[in-house]
């Protein structure tokens, strides 16, 4: 059987979605498009922006945006830049951007697990029946000095379970953040089936800030699960391609 589950890929498109509903708006940072007018208000709001191609993937060419004492600096990967002036970060911004449309979203900084930026995937997978399940969270820790945690970058795949004993928070705190994210990825599932046919999967990254709270950065329409094999224990691996088996994932 050939792969069959639907495919979105304007990150714009799919955070609309997300905002129509009232349960799932809450989880969603302020996103809007790339020009000059909302670069200048989100950066009135925000100390840090994250400026994203609308149609990328695997953390490929995002810029972090932080106000410094003297205007504004952008890191791409590890390569950071100043400006004086939010004119000149545009220009620059909107040259590197070129013909691709881009996003502005507000920052979220991101809790640290044993000193290192982490965010979370929910793989979301709906059954033969037509229901919705949140197989799987697994966490992708980033290094201190770059600004996406993507496996393409450099980052590691680690337990959900792991991940949450190297923070801060208290030991309770993971299994209600477990439930939480397990129901928001079905919620997420329900919510985009309202909009458009075919879809058998979805991963959710989520970020967790400082204080504990739940942020999707984003939603895939084809989360890739490959990273998962760097895991000793393959039983996640596993539960992921029993589940989707009836829409053809393989691997
Ligand atoms: N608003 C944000 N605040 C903090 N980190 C972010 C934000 N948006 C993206 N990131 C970081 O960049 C990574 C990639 O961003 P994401 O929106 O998932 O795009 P991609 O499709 O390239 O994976 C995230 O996993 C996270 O580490
Ligand atoms: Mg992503």
């Known amino acids: 059987m050939k792969y069959k589950s639907s495919t979105i890929k304007s990150k714009w498109l799919k955070t609309q979605w997300l905002l129509k509903d009232p349960y799932i708006q809450k989880y969603v940072p302020h996103t809007l498009p790339f020009n000059q007018r909302n670069l200048i208000s989100m950066l009135d709001d925000y100390t840090s922006v994250f400026f994203k191609p609308t149609n990328g993937s695997g ?53 640290r697990s044993n000193g290192k930026p982490f965010d979370i995937r929910v793989m979301v997978q709906k059954t033969k029946q037509g229901a919705w399940v949140s197989t799987a969270l697994f966490s ?27 923070t801060d928070f208290s030991s309770t705190f993971a299994p209600s953040l477990e439930l939480e994210l397990k129901r928001l990825g079905v919620a997420v599932g329900e919510s985009f089936d309202r909009h458009y046919k075919g879809f058998h999967e979805l991963g959710l990254d989520v970020a967790v800030d400082s204080k504990g709270r739940a942020w999707i950065l984003e939603v895939n329409t084809r989360p890739q699960i490959y990273p998962l094999k760097a895991l000793n224990d393959k039983s996640l691996y596993h539960k992921i391609l029993s589940y989707g088996k009836h829409y053809g994932r393989f691997k």
């Open 140 to 166: 992708k820790v980033g290094s201190p000095n770059k600004v996406a945690t993507n496996y393409n970058q450099g980052g590691t795949i680690k337990t959900f379970g792991k991940t949450m004993k190297g």
């Open 59 to 111: 953390g490929k060419n995002i810029i972090r945006i932080r106000k410094t004492a003297s205007g504004y600096q952008s890191q791409l990967k590890t390569s950071k830049t100043s400006y004086s002036t939010s004119t000149q970060l545009y220009r620059d911004l909107n040259r590197f951007a070129g013909s691709r449309p881009y996003l502005l979203q507000k920052g979220i900084r991101l809790a």
